[in-house]
């Protein structure tokens, strides 16, 4: 299943592609405005380098993204939680032509790159009313890159993760069966930031069968008043989402099948589904299928998923993952690289025509991470420790300091570098704290480079606000503790281990 093919084919159609808040596109409006927009990269841009857009549900993103894949070019979603100079840190390295920026923040833009905003693309969307056709060789073709996914380094600057066409071809060929609606049902959750892969699902599976995609704002996660007043006149038959957001909107009575009574899929993703959630979800939908799906951005999104049943929830062990996509095969492996025999634990190593080509410009740590097969296919060391049972794969948890909250990947030494930048902080360690198998938040220990005149709370308080120029909210520790120095272990490093006994 490849997007613009199937979007080609409703061209003409009146039906609604995509709903945010009052407005809506349909697929005929959305095709002649990617046109339009695609014409205008062809125009306008002296080379193939990537667009970025910074911004986070507006109807105007899908347009762009679309004509960008059109036009033989990749694109780059920054989401709204990204500060400035993070935008500016990655354009750097994507040394794009375009910025489009829907933020409302001020961007110092690289040279030779031009900003432009919801106004003036709004006016240039109104352009050639004649009509553009982009003939089909001008698209993004095999290898050629669809989007490059900026995620958490551990060094403090983000990778850029490259997906294909190849790539996304193969993942949505695959899990696209899993996806199927009843015929008589139409719309489809879209709320993951299109920074996170999981949006993918939505775009390229769910848009490309002819759905509509009913968008969920930042605005809206932050008042769920304001989000159940939406989702109860939605008419959503599948969900999308990590199971952080949907837990979090189950906590409230009046979420259940009377509020979205024609939900039929429930997809997660992201982070570690439990038996506790999906037992609610089974009871406030009754009708409706839950879906567990696993993958590393690396790998396009899901390398493996499974649905939930009643027999898994009963079992002792934890909710599996699933088998590894059709196309794909693995080997869990023990330190040494070797195979582990059926039943133990080791490292997941996939290969796959999903696999990415690897890091953008970033081949030191393609090469750690990604390997090309016999067969002449990428692999990749996803760095996730897993064991097998009875056909199925079950996680366990990482292999180092990277861990998923709230269905974003975070490397924990990406907020340390960070908070070591800071004038006040000497050192840092950050922590994940864990609640029923999942990461609930993280806990930054700092040691300070003087005293601060202002209690260690208040303290915490302005370290946090500081960090937030650098990384995104998403990465802000919930609690900061300032401690006189670290504990050490046997071998002098920071006793990790320790910190986590005595705090957390």
């Not at 969900?239 to 997809?267: G, Q």
């Not at 009871?283 to 690396?298: D, H, L, R």
């Not at 996803?382 to 998923?404: A, P, S």
């Amino acid at each position: 299943m490849w997007i613009l093919d199937e979007l080609k084919k409703r061209s003409d159609s009146d039906v609604t592609a995509l709903i945010h808040r009052e407005r809506d596109i349909s697929f005929q409006e959305l095709w002649k405005q990617s046109e339009i927009m695609a014409e205008y990269f062809k125009q306008h841009c002296q080379t193939k380098a990537p667009i970025v857009i910074y911004g986070n549900k507006d109807i105007e993103i899908t347009v762009l993204m679309l004509a960008a894949l059109k036009s033989g070019r990749a694109y780059v979603p920054l989401d709204i939680t990204f500060p400035a100079n993070r935008v500016e840190t990655i354009m750097q390295d994507v040394e794009n032509e375009l910025l489009f920026n829907f933020s409302g923040e001020t961007v110092n833009l690289p040279e030779e790159c031009r900003e432009i905003g919801k106004r003036e693309l709004l006016s240039l969307l109104q352009g050639n009313p004649e009509g553009t056709i982009i003939p089909e060789q001008d698209y993004v073709q095999g290898e050629d890159n669809c989007y490059i996914l900026f995620t958490s380094g551990s060094t403090g600057k983000p990778k850029g993760v490259q997906i294909s066409k190849k790539n996304i071809v193969n993942f949505t060929s695959w899990f696209a069966k899993a996806c199927e609606l009843s015929a008589d049902k139409q719309v489809v959750l879209n709320q993951v930031s299109y920074s996170f892969d999981v949006s993918v699902i939505p775009l390229y599976i769910y848009l490309a069968m002819g759905k509509t995609l009913f968008s969920i704002d930042k605005e809206m996660l932050d008042n769920t008043r304001l989000l159940f007043r939406y989702l109860k006149e939605s008419h959503i038959a599948a969900w999308v989402s990590t199971p952080a957001f949907l837990e979090i909107c189950s906590f409230d009575d009046s979420f259940d099948e009377k509020m979205l009574p024609e939900l039929e899929n429930i997809i997660l993703a992201g982070e570690v589904l439990t038996k506790k959630l999906v037992s609610v979800l089974h009871k406030k939908f009754s009708g409706a299928k839950v879906i567990n799906g696993y993958g590393p951005t690396e790998g396009t999104v899901l390398l493996s998923a499974c649905e939930i049943t009643e027999e898994m929830l009963a079992n002792e062990k934890s909710l599996p993952i699933g088998m590894i996509l059709d196309d794909g095969y693995y080997e869990i492996q023990d330190d040494k690289n070797h195979p582990v025999a059926v039943g133990e634990s080791g490292e997941l190593v996939v290969v796959s025509d999903s696999i990415s080509k690897g890091y953008f410009k970033n081949p030191e740590q393609t090469a750690k991470a990604f390997f090309k097969a016999e067969d002449g296919r990428m692999g990749y060391r996803t760095g996730d420790l897993v064991f097998e049972e009875n056909g199925l794969l079950y996680y366990i948890t990482r292999k180092d300091t990277q861990i998923k909250l709230n269905g974003f990947r975070i490397e924990l030494n990406d907020i340390s570098s960070n908070l070591n930048l800071l004038d006040i902080v000497n050192n840092s360690v950050v922590l994940p704290v864990y609640k029923e198998g999942r990461v609930a938040y993280l806990t930054a220990f700092v040691v300070l480079n003087y005293k601060s005149e202002l209690s260690d709370l208040k303290t915490g308080i302005a370290i946090k606000k500081e960090l937030k120029e650098k990384i995104p909210s998403y990465m802000i520790p919930r609690k900061i503790v300032i401690l006189e120095k670290f504990p050490m272990n046997i071998n002098g490093k920071i006793d990790r281990k320790k910190l986590a006994e005595d705090y957390l």
